[in-house]
């Protein structure tokens, strides 16, 4: 049988929170969390840690882009912050 310290529940910040309910979870518990926090901060936390992974979770991000984030052009919206994100790491490391 497995363990682990109660507390750390209590240290995940946000941006992860809101990452791993993304990946992991259902849309009701998506939804839960546009309850608790900002759209501003959801999109932001999205974007940073969802979309920065790529090609991987593509049709995931497309999906985020239209339903929850109302992009026009949902698919270039994704390919465009996926490449705003990429550029951001790149640059960060020189």
């Known amino acids: 049988m497995w363990s682990y310290d109660n507390a750390s529940i209590h240290d995940m910040p946000d ?9 992991y979870l259902d849309i009701d518990e998506i939804n839960m969390l546009f309850r608790i926090f900002s759209y501003k901060k959801m999109k932001r936390a999205w974007i940073e ?3 920065a992974q790529g090609e991987r979770y ?6 985020f882009a239209w339903y929850y984030f109302h992009a026009k052009r949902p698919r270039s919206y994704v390919k465009a912050m996926a490449t705003r994100q ?9």
């Open 49 to 51: 840690n969802v979309v």
């Open 15 to 23: 941006d992860m929170l809101i990452e791993l309910v993304m990946l």
């Open 58 to 63: 593509y049709n995931l991000n497309y999906f």
């Open 86 to 94: 990429l550029n951001k790491r790149l640059t960060s490391r020189r």
